[in-house]
């Protein structure tokens, strides 16, 4: 893995747009995995900033969401088909029809789940796959106990999991409890993983992932198994690691490699 410490949340939205301009400019037909939650927003809204600066266009992008809640229809306002499209997708020049999030109100969610890996399939599969993490270390909806080769399916969420979206809910409004997410394995199939944390409520679940056993008690720390996975955090959520120097250190030295590299 590699690990990039920042600042604070603003450098890591920065750094890791970067990451998603860089991968459009290179691949104008990119196949990008999605995610929702607070932690991304800042980096779509450099992403839709680069694309009315002309820096980058989503015409010949297709997306694929990370989940979505069982029972939610995509004009739900909780929806994550609905964040997507208030949050990102209205406001740069993607093809609707090329963005997918796993259906909510799918009246068979089996048949809806084994649709979503085939989709991907056929799309040649995730170029670039954007995660944020959970307190207790889940990616997408796939809560600790998750299969570490799993696949797109119906998952259960756990109370913290509830407890922690149930600020986006009013007070007497239906939360939904299930939820279909790509599986841990659908995830590292992507090409290339970008995952962002700040805060110092995620710093025990960078730690697991970082630094802990891999173990399905922590689905981020599957990432461990991963050809391409960078994590983007700030200094708060970095704060257990036990070595950020050391950490710091190594991305000074990928800097300077690059660098010399770009020169050949
Ligand atoms: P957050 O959610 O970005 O709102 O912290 C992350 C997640 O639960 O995956």
Redesign the pocket.
């Known amino acids: 893995m590699q690990i990039v410490i920042l600042k604070n949340s603003a450098e890591v939205a920065e750094y890791g747009a970067n990451i998603f301009i860089k991968q459009l400019q290179e691949k104008a037909n990119s196949v990008l995995g999605l ?6 927003v800042a980096l779509y809204q450099k992403l839709i900033e680069a694309t009315q600066a002309g820096a980058i266009s989503f015409k010949d992008v297709t997306t694929f969401n990370l989940d979505e809640y069982l029972g939610l229809a995509g004009t739900h306002p909780q929806s994550y088909r609905y964040f997507m499209n208030e949050q990102l997708f209205d406001h740069v020049d993607i093809d609707k029809s090329h963005t997918h999030v796993p259906p909510g109100d799918a009246a068979d969610p089996v048949a809806a789940c084994e649709g979503y890996e085939q989709q991907i399939s056929d799309a040649g599969g995730i170029d670039i796959q954007l ?5 207790n270390g ?3 909806f796939n809560e600790p106990s998750s299969g570490l080769m799993s696949r797109t399916r119906v998952k259960t969420l756990t109370k913290a ?1 509830i407890d ?2 149930a600020r986006f809910f009013a007070a007497d409004e239906y939360q939904p409890h299930l939820s279909i997410t790509m599986g841990i394995g659908t995830i590292l199939d992507a090409k290339k993983v970008v995952l ?1 944390a700040t ?1 110092e409520n ?1 710093a025990d679940a960078i730690l697991a992932t970082v630094e802990g056993a891999l173990t399905a008690s922590c689905p981020a720390s599957a990432l461990q198994l991963h050809r391409d996975a960078v994590l983007v955090i700030d200094e708060a959520a970095a704060s257990k690691l036990s070595d950020c120097e050391f950490y710091k250190h190594i991305e000074n030295e990928n800097q300077k490699l690059q660098a010399q590299l770009a020169k050949l």
């Not at 995610?35 to 991304?40: E, F, L, V």
């Not at 995660?131 to 307190?135: C, D, E, N, W, Y």
């Open positions: 995610a929702t939650g607070s932690t991304p995660l944020g993490i959970g307190r889940h990616i997408g999991t922690d979206n962002l805060g995620k």
